[in-house]
């Protein structure tokens, strides 16, 4: 299997845009902008990708999911980038599954499968996890809606799970429900009662995911689980680019190329999804604002500086702001300037 290239100590960021995210658009993102997106993550060092039928490998034919393309579709268009050091995988609901998608995942090369099921039916989910592991993939979970379990109850599905060969448990906080100190309980108790990684899934129903994301983290969870411009079902996720912007300032995921994510946004991802009549709720330029301290009242200046430059405006801005958070004037910003070039 392949391994999960982040460094020793630091936090695994894993996208789940192309599944979670297809919410908006129906169960499934069409073919170009999951290649244009597939593109934009593996790029831009995302370690860990989910992407597919909103429903989950299988739903398709099983579910009659067909507000999307096949799932021979979409692992076609995933083999050119196998290659680019992210782990791809698929979600796979435990009420539909079948062997053979686990058989046409490990043919796709697909480095996992990510069982879902309803905290409290960990039962249901344990051979699919079995054969996922037998077949030389990892295989994940996630505990949706894992607030229906206390958790000590949560902790006791985690240990059988384990038992049963599973690689990473997801805590999902489906309907965005929790608070930070319901996440902190959760997150804490799981990862004392396992010796896997402990991922954590934000909802943003009550504005919380971002907060809950950092109670997560703070509490011992090792990979935290997002989707660009908060792209999922319902209120969201947990924006991917906020999640990097805020744990950078924290030193950690740094293996990302936060500018680079930002570019792809702004000039790829957003013009494409205006004509599904999704909105950005956090532009690249308000959340840089957020991660230098930069007042917009600067912006214009700044946009003159980059474009007579030809370097990246979300860069430029940082780094000046870095310098000069009350008054930067064109003279640092071009000094600055030069040196991105």
């Known amino acids: 299997m392949k391994e999960i290239t982040v460094p020793n100590g630091d936090v695994t960021l894993m996208d789940c845009t192309l599944r979670d995210g297809a919410n908006v658009v129906g169960k499934g993102f069409n073919a170009e902008l999951t290649d244009m997106m597939l593109d934009g993550l593996t790029a831009n060092h995302v370690p860990i990708i989910e992407f597919g039928n909103a429903g989950g490998i299988g739903a398709y034919e099983v579910a009659g999911f067909t507000a999307a393309e096949t799932d021979e579709t979409y692992l076609d ?4 980038y196998l290659d680019r050091g992210s782990l791809l995988g698929m979600f796979l609901n435990a009420k539909r599954y079948r062997q053979k ?6 043919e796709k090369g697909l480095s996992f499968l990510r069982v879902g099921a309803d905290a409290g039916d960990a039962d249901i989910a344990v051979p699919a996890v079995r054969d996922i592991r037998a077949a ?3 295989p994940f979970y996630s505990a949706m809606k894992a607030y229906l379990l206390s958790a000590d109850a949560l902790a006791e599905e985690g240990k059988k799970l ?18 930070p100190d319901e996440v902190k309980e959760y997150t804490e108790k799981l990862v004392k009662a396992v010796s896997i990684p402990v991922a954590f899934h934000c909802h943003n129903n009550l504005g919380l995911s971002a907060a809950n994301a950092v109670a997560a983290y703070e509490n011992g969870a090792a990979i935290l689980d997002c989707g660009l ?15 990097v912007a805020i744990m950078q300032r924290k030193n950690k995921m740094k293996y990302v190329d936060l ?5 792809f946004i702004e000039t790829r991802l957003q013009p494409a999804m205006e004509k599904f009549n999704y909105h950005n709720p ?12 930069c007042h917009s009242s ?9 474009k007579a430059k030809n370097v990246n405006l979300f860069q430029l801005i940082t780094e000046v702001s870095a310098q000069n958070k009350k008054n930067p004037d064109e003279a640092l910003m071009e000094k600055i300037a030069e040196t991105l070039k």
């Open 77 to 80: 268009i995933a083999q050119k």
């Open 298 to 306: 600067f912006v214009k200046k700044f946009e003159g500086v980059a």
């Open 282 to 293: 956090v532009t690249p330029l308000d959340l840089t604002l957020g991660i230098s301290g």
């Open 162 to 179: 384990e038992a049963a060969g599973l690689a990473q448990i997801t805590i999902m906080d489906s309907a965005g429900t929790m608070l």
């Open 259 to 263: 500018y680079g994510l930002l570019e």
């Open 229 to 243: 411009m908060g792209m999922a079902r319902s209120a969201g996720n947990l924006a991917t680019e906020i999640c």
């Open 101 to 106: 998608n686990v058989d046409i995942a490990k």
């Open 136 to 138: 030389g993939l990892y």
